[in-house]
């Protein structure tokens, strides 16, 4: 999500999914013939600060679903959504419920009184019990919160801890997928020159656990993942617009994919996304 002051997908050899869309599910070559398209059917969503898009994971495009009428004159941060696509958003201080067909946004709750500096917002799989979804967010002083979808109270469960270079700090967004685990895009110390990933553990108190380099890129403002790939979406400023990027789960290097017009915000996907 686009880090502002106030409120506000690790490869696998295998996994359960009840999504559609890895690659485990497509038809070989074999079955499907040379000429066959290959099929779409990311959920992966991403944002500029008025605009609901979703990746098409085969063409690498984004493609537009409707403004998020109901912003006013905010811009929405980031975005989260459950098991059951259940999507909600976060402003610089409004929690938002958004149709993911259209884009809508209905007010959850104003957060201007509890204003903690977040800076990311992900649903993922609630360590208590595996079959349930719980949104967390992390501030950009790298305190974790978990926040109820219906009321908009959020509490402290944890922190990301620190590293060689100083505190570990949310910069952008977080991700968590079954079978995969929870993702983030940290700062680490008081001058970043660029964003790292980082494996978070909830069983050890929401620890960062940094990959070895950094991304290369700055301002990855969301975070996505889809049959085995992880999807940065980076912001790039004023008239500028943004890229997305590739980033390794092991190694920790973002690799450009394209870069287009549209600011990304931040992004999201589900708990249950394919692992392959």
């Known amino acids: 999500m686009r880090a502002v002051l106030g409120v506000l997908v690790l490869l696998a050899a295998c996994g359960p999914s009840t999504r559609d ?7 070989s070559q074999g079955d499907a013939g040379p000429d066959t ?25 984004e493609v537009p679903i409707g403004p998020m009428t109901g912003l006013g004159t905010q811009s929405l941060t980031d975005l989260a959504i459950d098991i059951n696509d259940k999507m909600v958003g976060i402003t610089l201080d409004k929690l938002y419920d958004i149709d993911p067909n259209t884009g809508t946004v209905t007010l959850i709750k104003d957060l ?7 800076t990311s917002l992900s649903f993922v ?3 208590a019990d595996d079959t349930k979804d719980i949104l ?15 009321t908009g109270n959020a509490t402290v ?11 570990i700090r949310s910069s952008g967004d977080l991700f968590g997928v079954r079978g995969v685990g929870i993702f983030a895009t940290v700062d680490v110390g008081t001058t970043p020159s660029e964003d790292f990933l980082a494996k978070i553990d909830p069983a050890n108190g929401w620890k960062a656990t940094l990959r070895p380099n950094g991304t290369g890129f700055d301002k990855i403002f969301g975070l996505g993942y889809w049959g085995g790939v ?22 920790g290097v973002g690799t450009q994919l394209n870069q287009s017009s549209v600011r990304w915000f931040g992004a999201g996907v589900a708990t249950d996304a394919p692992i392959l």
Do not use: C, E, W
């Open 157 to 167: 469960i944890g922190d990301y801890g620190t590293a060689a270079a100083g505190k």
């Open 125 to 127: 799989p609630d360590p």
């Open 21 to 27: 869309g890895g690659a485990a599910d497509a038809p």
């Open 37 to 61: 398209p290959a099929v779409d059917t990311s959920r992966v969503f991403a944002h500029s600060g008025g605009m609901l898009y979703r990746l098409n994971a085969t063409t690498l495009s």
């Open 136 to 150: 967390v967010t992390a501030n950009d002083q790298g305190a974790v919160f978990q926040i109820d979808p219906t």
């Open 230 to 251: 992880i999807y940065g979406f980076v912001d790039l400023g004023t008239t500028m617009g943004g890229k997305m990027i590739q980033i390794d789960p092991g190694t």
């Open 112 to 118: 201007s009184q509890s204003a903690n500096g977040f």
